[in-house]
């Protein structure tokens, strides 16, 4: 089962380079994006730690190569300039990292009261998984750059699957009352999440109202027409309408579409102009069961990336513990492009208020 998930996972990343060359993969698009090929070389490397060396205790194919696919010590601005796999170097470390994989699989027991914190429910294999798709997820976030780019049948399937109306033009619509009291927030004890979700623990929340559903295209058009505000990434003018020019196109805007590709500020300031605010991370989870038009975006929250009370950093510091601060924004829910096993109510997104790369959209709430 665990072999044929990650089996899955793989095709899925390798379906979305296909149609590209080597000279795509390796080119730097855009400095706050890595170049596709540093991404398939630490999508293999990250197994090859977690699974390969520290489960299976092998050494590493490469000996220090895993320096360079360190996410926290190169930042994406550099990445291009590594000495990183590339060509067929790259797609045989690849390969040879899942051999290795698959072998450490046949000789490792799971079971739900393993000593081994990884291994315990599958933790490690989830988390592998996890992080592959999550980064097909940022390499879709390049391919918008790429003129020309068909997304493969699978996920044209996935983003035809989550288009949803967003039912206003306007910026009042319907809201959802959510009474007053003590909501149960986080991820339990049992099953995969990540530490930033945990420990699951208890939150007064006063009475509020949240939209049903994103706000959309049209009521961000009524917004910068009002404001003069910022238009979204990838958002052209064509006479007296807009055009998505992403993947080299020029589509026109469906007002009745939620919006995507905002940033934290085009979020805020659209909500303070309907007279309204960002849900904090929490009245957004509270609600999700009383929401449409979830997976669409990932939706901006007023919350800064802050520790859960007992928040313990595992497997790594690195995942969650150096991002917390005020310096990042915590979106919630998940887009067209999130695959179905990284998507829960509990899962934390985070970016910088600025960065408007990602699929990310917005609904508004306000005391009640």
């Given at each position: 089962m665990i072999a044929g998930a990650l089996a899955e996972a793989r095709e899925r990343t390798l379906a979305l380079v296909e149609p590209l060359d080597d000279a795509q993969l390796n080119r730097v698009w855009s400095p706050i994006l890595s170049p596709l090929a540093w991404d398939l070389g630490h999508i293999a490397n990250f197994e090859e730690l977690w699974l390969v060396q520290r489960v299976g205790g092998r050494e590493p194919l490469r000996g220090e190569l895993g320096r360079f696919y360190d996410a926290i010590e190169n930042p994406r601005k550099i990445r291009g300039e590594l000495p990183i796999l590339r060509d067929e170097e790259l797609r045989s470390y690849m390969a040879d990292v899942r051999e290795r994989t698959l072998d450490v699989l046949e000789g490792v027991e799971i079971d739900p009261d393993v000593e081994d914190p990884l291994l315990r429910d599958g933790f490690v294999y989830e988390m592998l998984l996890a992080h592959e798709l999550q980064h097909n997820e940022t390499m879709l976030q390049l391919l918008q750059l790429v003129d020309g780019y068909e997304l493969p049948d699978q996920l044209g399937s996935e983003r035809t699957s989550v288009r949803i109306a967003a039912r206003s033009e306007s910026s009042a619509a319907e809201m959802v009352l959510i009474e007053a009291g003590e909501r149960e927030i986080g991820a339990g004890p049992r099953g995969f999440a990540y530490d930033n979700e945990r420990p699951r623990h208890t939150v007064e929340l006063g009475a509020f109202e949240i939209d049903r559903t994103p706000v959309g295209n049209g009521a961000y058009i009524a917004y910068m027409e009002a404001t003069g505000a910022e238009a979204p990434l990838y958002w052209e003018r064509q006479g007296e309408g807009w055009v998505d020019s992403s993947r080299g196109r020029r589509a026109a805007i469906d007002p009745s579409d939620p919006v995507i590709h905002v940033s934290w500020d085009q979020a805020d300031g659209f909500a303070h102009w309907a007279g309204k605010r960002l849900p904090a991370e929490f009245e957004w989870e509270a609600?999700?069961?009383?929401?449409?038009?979830?997976?669409?975006?990932?939706?901006?929250?007023?919350?800064?990336?802050?520790?859960?009370?007992?928040?313990?950093?595992?497997?790594?510091?690195?995942?969650?513990?150096?991002?917390?601060?005020?310096?990042?924004?915590?979106?919630?829910?998940?887009?067209?492009?999130?695959?179905?096993?990284?998507?829960?109510?509990?899962?934390?997104?985070?970016?910088l208020p600025q960065r408007n790369q990602i699929f990310a959209g917005l609904r508004c709430a306000r005391d009640a």
């Open positions: 609600a999700r069961d009383r929401l449409d038009g979830v997976g669409h975006a990932w939706e901006w929250t007023s919350s800064h990336f802050l520790p859960y009370p007992g928040f313990e950093a595992f497997p790594y510091r690195e995942y969650s513990e150096v991002f917390f601060g005020d310096e990042y924004r915590v979106l919630r829910g998940s887009s067209w492009a999130t695959h179905a096993r990284v998507a829960r109510p509990s899962f934390r997104n985070w970016d």
